[in-house]
């Protein structure tokens, strides 16, 4: 009875030393890996979500500006903060077969207030 | 649980870092494109934006040129059925269209391209009803108040002209401007041109006459040309060619029919409130027929589709597909209006009333022309004139001087007639004019090497020649005019060459007549006589009293 006891518990060992596990050779590489390519994917993560941040502000500047020229063609002062408006007088010229039209009035760039967007539209007199 | 799906316990770490690195890699992959597209997206928006903006600027810029210049029809004219284009530097390219649409309303298309993006922008202008009078015979080079189915020859005419009667263009003639008539025009003869015309009565093409523009009769259009049309036609009762003539644009019937008795080409579309005969020629674009459909011969006929309600007739040999490309039996139920006339309803001649008193009825003397220089209002008679032709006057010049002070002049039964190379010159600032009265049997004859008008030759005339009946103005040889003459009874006769070759004009200004005796290749230019105040003899004849203008009606995007 303690006879047989005792080899099984010889028998559970040598088993135990049979079963092949994780090195830890293994699990450094493992893991270096996965920290290489985990902040290789984050940064790009992170330049994306600065992409889409700056494209929303590029949209709202897009918008400022088109509402200074909508201001301008409405004879309106721009709204203070959100865009800026410049005029330069000058002529418009389109030309037709035989014939030139050269319209004057006010060559009109709107800008969003911080300089980003920008859009020209001609006002003629 | 990946140990457990594995069934071993050997390498699970490894499964572990795959998974982490595909959801990861998933993720990142989907927030990169979505970055990207949003990036795109704002660009995009952003040139399709400014191509807005530009194409609502060139649309802007010739809406409002066409708005600020609608009296000059002729001008405007221009524009019309053509393609406009330009450039500038961050805006982008553009295009711009300009289509009649009706005799009161324009199309202006631009379309315009932003780097990769492009948009249209569309307004449209209308010229509201205006209440007569909507022209001014002032607005015209020669205004003839009676026919012209003769007087003019040999012509070179800058300037619309008004004909209250027939008219015959033949010999060359040139009209440079637009033309109306009240009765029928004829136009024949090598290379006869207008700028476009409106008749009242028929219109007649022969020879090789031609219209550089659009064509509206409220009668019928005979193509007797072998050139043809350069634009529309707007016809109210029918279209016929009889020679091998095109009309570059579009064609409207509003009651009659199109036939081709010769080999005609409408080279846009063809809208016929009646039936189509196509022996000959043909139609380049659609044909959109409200009743018969006639063919005959061989060949093609009509490059586009025939839409017609009524019968289609052809040889029996033949087949549909022999005379048109496509073809639908369905009544285009085409609403054409018929031509209208109120843009070019003319004033009525305001009547000529000469003072009957007042310093014009001082008799100048000899003395006070002395000088050379008439610096004040009184009458000339025959001793004036004997004294200006006397040998020594030779080539003199004699200035009115207008210059702090309106002058009028009579000649009450005597002849003006200059022969002896005697200069007539007015200097006026602008603000004072010079009026010269014709009454009775008096006329003004001037001739080789003569001149009365401008001081600077060509200007803007202040000088007004006006009569009260039948006299006369007449220019022969090497003799000019620069000049408003307003003898609505009166007789104008230009022959001969230019006074000189540098001022390649025989009369500048504004003729009003009843009649017109204009031969030799006599080169005539339209200026706008000056007329301000309102008592000045012709205020009523003052440019922009009449007519109506363009305005913007609406915006559209396509």
């Known amino acids: 009875m303690e006879a047989g006891k005792l080899g099984k518990q010889l028998k559970n060992l040598k088993q135990m030393n ?84 050269d319209s004057p009035g006010n060559y009109v760039a709107g800008s969003d207030a911080s300089g980003g967007s920008k859009l020209h539209y001609f006002n003629p007199n | 649980m990946l140990k457990g799906i594995l069934g071993k316990n050997d390498g699970y770490i490894l499964a572990w870092v795959l998974c982490i690195f595909l959801v990861v890699s998933v993720a990142c992959t989907a927030v990169i494109s979505s970055s990207m597209v949003s990036t795109s997206s704002t660009t ?70 932003y780097k990769n993006e492009s948009a249209t922008v569309t307004s449209y202008l209308i010229k509201p009803p205006a209440t007569a009078p909507v022209k001014i015979p002032t607005d015209h080079v020669v205004f003839v108040n009676g026919s012209g189915a003769s007087g003019f020859g040999q012509c070179s005419i800058n300037g619309n002209v008004y004909v209250n009667g027939d008219l015959n263009l033949s010999q060359s003639s040139s009209i440079s401007g637009f033309v109306i008539v009240k009765g029928n025009t004829e136009i024949s003869g090598y290379g006869s041109t207008t700028n476009g015309m409106f008749g009242y009565g028929n219109v007649t093409l022969l020879g090789s006459g031609a219209v550089n523009g659009d064509v509206y009769t409220k009668g019928t259009l005979n193509m007797g040309s072998s050139n043809g049309i350069r634009g529309s036609v707007y016809a ?46 043909l139609i380049t674009g659609n044909a959109n027929i409200s009743n018969n459909a006639t063919f005959s011969g061989g060949g ?56 009957a008193s007042g310093d014009l009825y001082n008799v100048l003397t000899t003395e006070d022309v002395s000088t050379n220089v008439i610096s004040k209002s009184g009458k000339i008679t025959s001793t004036i004139v004997n004294s200006w032709n006397s040998r020594s006057m030779q080539g003199q ?67 007004f020649i006006i009569g009260d009946g039948t006299q006369t103005v007449s220019l022969t040889n090497n003799s000019a005019i620069n000049a408003c003459v307003y003898i609505p009874d009166g007789t104008f006769n230009a022959s001969g060459s230019n006074l000189d070759n540098t001022k390649a ?54």
């Open chain 1, 18 to 101: 049979s079963k092949k596990g994780m090195t830890l050779v293994e699990i450094v590489a493992s893991l270096a890996i996965l920290s290489l390519v985990m902040i290789l994917l984050i940064s790009v993560y992170g330049a994306s979500i600065n992409l889409i941040r700056s494209s929303g502000t590029q949209k709202n500047s897009n918008k400022n500006a088109a509402s200074g020229i909508e201001n301008a063609i409405g004879g309106f002062d721009p709204d203070a903060g959100i865009s800026i408006v410049n005029r330069q007088s000058g002529v418009f010229t389109v030309r037709f077969s035989g014939a030139t039209i």
């Open chain 2, 397 to 463: 010049t004699i200035t009115i001087d207008a210059t702090t002070n309106n002058i009028s002049l009579l000649l009450d039964n005597t002849n003006l007639n200059l022969t002896n190379n005697v200069k007539i010159e007015v200097n006026s600032d602008g603000t004072h004019f010079v009026y010269i009265y014709l009454k009775g049997t008096s006329s003004i004859s001037i001739d080789s090497n003569e001149y009365i008008g401008m001081k600077v030759r060509g200007s803007n005339p202040c000088l």
């Open chain 2, 505 to 558: 004009f025989k009369f500048v200004g504004s003729c009003i007549v009843k009649t017109v005796n204009i031969s030799s290749g006599v080169s005539l230019y339209y200026s706008p006589p000056i007329i301000t105040g309102s008592d000045h003899p012709l205020a009523a004849l003052k440019s922009g009293t009449g007519g109506s203008a363009w305005k913007l009606e609406s915006w559209g995007s396509n």
């Open chain 2, 300 to 355: 093609i006929k009509i490059m586009g589709k025939l839409t017609h309600g009524g019968i289609f007739t052809k040889p029996s040999w033949a087949t549909v597909s022999t005379y048109v490309n496509s073809y639908s039996n369905i009544n285009p139920d085409l609403k054409i209006l018929p031509v209208d006339d109120t843009p070019y309803k003319m004033q009525t001649l305001p009547t000529v009333s000469i003072p």
């Open chain 2, 44 to 113: 995009t928006e952003h040139n399709a934006q400014q191509a807005y903006y530009t194409a609502k600027s060139a649309a802007s810029a010739v809406s409002n040129y066409i708005v600020n210049n609608s009296a000059d029809t002729t001008l405007i004219n221009r524009f019309i059925n053509n393609q406009g284009s330009g450039s500038v530097s961050d805006m982008g390219t553009y295009t711009v269209v300009v289509t009649s649409i009706t005799s009161e309303k324009l199309q202006v298309k631009a379309t315009a391209q």
């Open chain 2, 236 to 281: 109210d009762k029918g279209v016929t060619f009889t020679n091998s003539g095109s009309i570059d644009g579009d064609v409207y019937i509003t009651k009659g029919d199109l036939n081709y008795n010769n080999n005609g080409n409408i080279k846009k579309n063809a809208y016929v409130d009646g039936s189509l005969s196509m022996p000959n020629g």
